[in-house]
């Protein structure tokens, strides 16, 4: 058994008539076929705008009359429209299903859902649970709540956070185009390429500013390196193919595959890497950020992870409570781990003041008792 997080992009939802119905229940019909093979499958869904453009009152809307001065219009209009196509998409989706006596939920979210340790784990488990029950979920970002998310991505975003949340066997990204060509897919000569294994490498030359498309062939390269880190692989792949899911599950080389670059991560870390947003930092010494960086360019099975000690702290910037994530940066600025404190920031700066003033001798010691800011084992590299 497999479990595959697969995101559906807008664009092969719609065309110029709006949403596809049929290419809804195809892909419907290929998750169910999943499904009856014994595999777990999450979808994160886009479409929910263009529903809402289908209803009459906004065939030609004019919004934000009575809005505050500084609003802006547009995301406005996103909004309401999405509002009254979430509905609507969730009708769809529920009524393919349902032909294949299956069900589906509906989980909307906003990136502060996730970056906040507690909601992230209730959202585990209720979709762990969903699962459980034989229930597909369906997230989709609330753009209804979080208008600043409509010109982050096309929630290739989101499909990370998710795989990385549910420990995805998987991700799969379905398109509008077969997956990554050497050059814009519709230049004559223009060529599938089938495997990419080095995606950092790969983004130095691609030209992806010539990839036009909301969210962007550039933000699922950038996608797939992240996921790839934490030992999820990722297919990109055209949506609207016969039965694209079953096809790459059962081994078919369709589209384009990012194979892993590292083991999976633990929950905790996978949290850290993708979701989890500093509340302050701590700059670390020379000494200590060369020790990171060496742990950090190691093979998983290869590392000894340092814990961050009171005596290798420099500096502690902004406020956070116990518990709290915090960016572990060196002298420059530059990031080299997350991590969750073991001290509030008026304990910890009061702690790395005492230390200063004490005579050497009693440092060797303080060194010796291992005074920890950041346990090894509530610390990630960043990649």
Not at 192 to 198: F, Q, S, V, Y
Request: hydrophobic share 40%.
């Amino acid at each position: 058994m497999k479990r595959i997080a697969v995101k559906i992009g807008s664009a092969v939802l719609s065309g110029p008539d709006g949403i596809k119905h049929e290419v809804i229940a195809n892909l419907v019909e290929d998750v169910a076929g999943l499904v009856k093979q014994g595999h777990q499958v999450v979808i994160i869904s886009s479409g929910a705008v263009i529903l809402g453009k289908t209803v009459s009152q906004f065939a030609n809307p004019t919004f934000a009359v009575n809005a505050p001065d500084r609003y802006d219009s547009r995301l406005l209009r996103e909004q309401i429209l999405a509002s009254v196509g979430q509905p609507k998409l969730m009708a769809l989706y529920s009524e393919e299903f349902a032909k294949h006596n299956l069900s589906c939920g509906q989980l909307l979210t906003t990136r502060s859902d996730f970056a906040d340790r507690r909601f992230y784990l209730s959202l585990r488990v209720v979709t762990g649970e969903l699962l459980r029950y034989g229930v597909i979920p369906i997230f989709n970002e609330n753009d209804v709540l979080s208008p600043e998310e409509l010109d982050f991505s096309d929630n290739d975003q989101l499909a990370l956070v998710i795989a990385a949340m549910i420990s995805a066997d998987e991700l799969i990204l379905l398109t509008n185009v077969a997956g990554v060509y050497d050059r814009p897919p519709q230049e004559e000569g223009a060529k599938l390429i089938p495997e990419i294994a080095d995606v950092s490498t790969f983004m130095e030359t691609f030209e992806a500013g010539k990839h036009t498309g909301k969210g962007g062939i550039q933000s699922k390269l950038l996608c797939a390196e992240k996921v790839t880190s934490l030992g999820i692989p990722m297919h990109i792949a055209a949506g609207t193919e016969k039965t694209p899911l079953m096809r790459i599950i059962g081994g078919e080389k369709l589209g384009t595959f990012f194979p892993t670059t590292a083991e999976k991560e633990e929950a905790l870390k996978s949290w850290l890497l993708t979701a989890a947003v500093g509340a302050g930092k701590i700059v670390v010494s020379t000494y200590l950020a060369d020790r990171l960086r060496e742990g950090g360019t190691q093979n998983k099975s290869e590392r000894r992870t340092p814990s961050v000690l009171l005596a290798g702290i420099e500096e502690v910037r902004g406020e956070f409570g116990k518990r709290d994530v915090v960016e572990i940066i060196d002298d420059d600025g530059i990031l080299l781990g997350r991590g969750l404190t073991r001290h509030t920031s008026h304990e910890l700066r009061e702690k790395v003041d005492k230390y200063r003033i004490l005579p050497e001798a009693e440092k060797e010691q303080l060194r010796g008792a291992a005074v920890i800011a950041i346990h090894a084992n509530d610390f990630v590299f960043a990649k």
